[in-house]
């Protein structure tokens, strides 16, 4: 019976100390070391969108950490540009100018199938001009008080989905939705601007908001 205590009572300090061995390792959200895969990413979008009522063009890029081949953690951001109009006002062509930028979240459902769906959030900030046309005719245009009328400064969210493509296993193509959230947007002529309408406003205060339509090219470890 002593022989049969000794033994189960030095198989529990064993136990004890084993347990012991194993609390100590650092515990993470994402895993542990053993079966935690790391990866990353870099990629270019381009987007069709509307703003104020213009065709635009919307260019950007990102790049992510990519944790268990399902979440990404990254920076993104975007440049758009409008289809230059004349401006009644002005009597010249005008343009939309601006980019935003920010953090971006992005689940990602079933990444090792074919064909596989993310969905990335963008939650940053930006600004945006309206700005005199560029002409062929203008070789010394410079971006000055003279080209451009006002601008502003903005918050955006901007949540999408994306169809993506595995086409090699450091490339995949995908097709892209998204919906550009800005907070109000206020620009207006300037002060001794002959003709500004009342109330001098140029544009509506929720001009940036609106849908992206595009395609996705990442590079990376996925």
């Known amino acids: 019976m002593k022989t049969y205590i000794l033994t189960l ?37 381009v ?18 950490w990519v944790v268990d081949h399902n ?5 993104g951001g975007y440049g758009f ?19 935003y930028g920010g953090l971006i979240l ?15 959030i963008l939650i940053g900030a930006g600004g945006v001009a309206y700005n005199k046309h560029w002409q062929e005719y203008e070789p010394d245009y410079e971006y000055d008080y003279e080209t451009y009328e006002d601008s502003d400064a903005f918050f955006v969210v901007e949540p999408g989905v994306e169809v993506e493509f595995n086409m090699l296993k450091f ?35 929720d001009m940036l908001r609106g849908f992206n339509y595009g395609i996705v090219m990442k590079f990376g470890k996925f």
Do not use: C, W
Request: charged share 20%.
């Open 106 to 120: 992005e689940p990602i459902v079933g990444a090792k199938k074919p064909v596989h769906l993310s969905f990335p």
């Open 171 to 205: 490339f995949r193509l995908g097709l892209s939705v998204s919906y550009r959230y800005t907070s109000d947007i206020s620009l207006s002529y300037k002060d001794d601007t002959i003709g500004a309408p009342t109330p001098n406003v140029i544009g509506s205060p």
């Open 81 to 99: 540009m409008t289809d230059p109009q004349m401006d009644d006002v002005k009597g010249e062509e005008y343009q939309i100018n601006g980019g």
């Open 71 to 75: 979440f990404g953690l990254g920076l």
């Open 9 to 45: 009572a030095f198989g529990l300090i064993l136990s004890m100390a084993h347990a012991q061995q194993a609390d100590n390792e650092v515990r993470t959200i994402f895993g542990s070391k053993q079966d935690r895969s790391n990866g990353g990413y870099g990629a270019i979008m």
């Open 47 to 64: 987007n069709y969108s509307e703003i104020m009522n213009r065709d635009a063009i919307v260019v950007g890029g990102r790049g992510a």
